[in-house]
């Protein structure tokens, strides 16, 4: 299992309270907290690192290029833009350390320090950070319409772009019984529902924020998944042996520039498959109605139980999440039950039509962390019997509100 540590960057001082200060990535990792407390600090940390080990596996740059000094902040960090989170004083106190499956690796004094530990379960991942600001996509057709913008949001555009043109007909939303087209000769999306037909452009905001959302995640799910079954679930010794003697050959072919070597490493690792999809989104529930919340998820759950080695992290504000994740968590525990009753060829179909059984979780599975905006700090949350504890900052605030119109009711009655 991969973890990541994280301290004295940005909103993040003290880092994880608990495991030495380590932040297990599961299966579902969800990370909660009020605005400026660092989720997407470490959502886009995450991202970053899992993509250097990706690159560093494949042979994509050598070592030292990723360990020379300055570049990790220059290129890697400013990518999410973050490289303004070390301290601007010339202080650099920040620890960000990643151990994955087949790497270590340590910021720490300004300097980048990279460890192999590598093990032949190392699935290679597709990576997808999907950022809050998707809601544009509705508006823009290409990525040099996105000057302003993020380099994370036009890539994920670019996949927005591939799963376009990827739909075949209209496919079914998972919400509201509406449906969505791609019409290639006007290059626009379509929302149709009962009676109507409207463009993206033109849909609610809770449509324009699900459905680049939604056809992402599913088509890079659905492509890994087609890519995992053609091949085996990682990369094999012969072939691991085979890639990296292609790497060394493009290295030192001394006839290529350097951009024709990155073009060619492209080309080579192009044949190696990918076998997991890391799915990191921001927000998942943005505009959404909190039962499209549930249906939403369970859409996402359902991608990521395509293949074991995928992984969905997630950054939110809203309560339902969590409770449909506990729900979700109840349902497999329900399940285990029922796979020992004499009933189960009754109840399990029923178990199903309320939560599908790909959307699904062991308590195992899940983990969910609490940020704090004024400390700086990162705690894992608590769980009963493997449920996410109902005493959370989400739910802290509705219970809040209760007491503020509690108080105003007592105002009122001394009127």
Aim: hydrophobic fraction near 35%; charge should be negative.
């Amino acid at each position: 299992m991969s973890r990541i540590k994280i301290q004295d960057f940005g909103p993040i001082k003290k880092g994880c309270l608990e495991n030495d200060g380590w932040i297990d990535l599961k299966k579902v990792t969800v990370f909660i907290g009020n605005q400026g407390s660092g989720k997407s600090t470490v959502a886009k940390l995450i991202s970053t690192f899992i993509w250097i080990e990706k690159a560093l596996v494949r042979g994509d740059y050598k070592q030292k290029w990723f360990e020379q000094k300055g570049r990790f902040a220059k290129q890697f960090l400013s990518y999410h833009r973050l490289e303004n989170y070390l301290k601007s004083n010339g202080a650099d106190n920040s620890l960000i350390a990643y151990e994955g499956d087949a790497y270590s690796i340590r910021y720490e004094h300004g300097l980048l320090v990279i460890n192999s530990n590598f093990s032949q379960t190392y699935p290679l991942p597709q990576i997808m950070y999907v950022p809050a600001e998707r809601n544009f996509l509705a508006y823009v057709k290409t990525p040099k319409e996105l000057k302003l913008s993020s380099p994370s949001l036009k890539e994920f555009l670019t996949e927005f772009d591939n799963a376009k043109n990827d739909l075949r007909g209209t496919e079914k939303l998972p919400v509201n019984n509406v449906n969505i087209e791609y019409d290639k000769l006007n290059d626009t999306l379509n929302v149709k529902g009962d009676g109507y037909k409207i463009k993206l452009s033109d849909a609610s905001s809770g449509f324009q924020s699900l459905v680049p959302l939604y056809m992402v995640s599913g088509y890079l799910a659905n492509s890994v998944k087609k890519q995992s079954e053609s091949s085996s679930d990682s990369m094999s010794s012969d072939e691991m042996q085979r890639f990296k003697k292609g790497v060394e050959e493009i290295w030192s072919n001394e006839s290529l520039t350097d951009e024709q070597k990155r073009v060619a490493l492209s080309v080579l690792s192009s044949k190696f498959n990918k076998t997991a999809f890391v799915n990191i989104i921001e927000e998942p529930e943005q505009n959404l109605f909190p039962s499209s919340q549930w249906q939403m998820l369970q859409s996402m759950l359902e991608f990521n139980d395509m293949n074991s080695g995928n992984k969905l992290i997630m950054t939110t504000h809203s309560p339902y999440i969590i409770n449909y994740l506990s729900i979700a968590i109840q349902g497999k525990y329900l399940e285990g039950m029922l796979m020992q009753s004499s009933k189960k060829d009754v109840l399990l179909p029923r178990l199903y039509q309320l939560i599908p059984e790909k959307a699904l979780l062991s308590d195992d599975s899940v983990i969910v962390y609490e940020l704090h905006e004024e400390t700086g700090v990162i705690a894992k949350l608590a769980s009963v019997d493997g449920i996410p504890s109902d005493r959370n900052y989400l739910n802290d605030m509705l219970a809040a509100g209760n007491q503020l119109f509690d108080a105003l009711l007592e105002v009122e009655q001394e009127l």
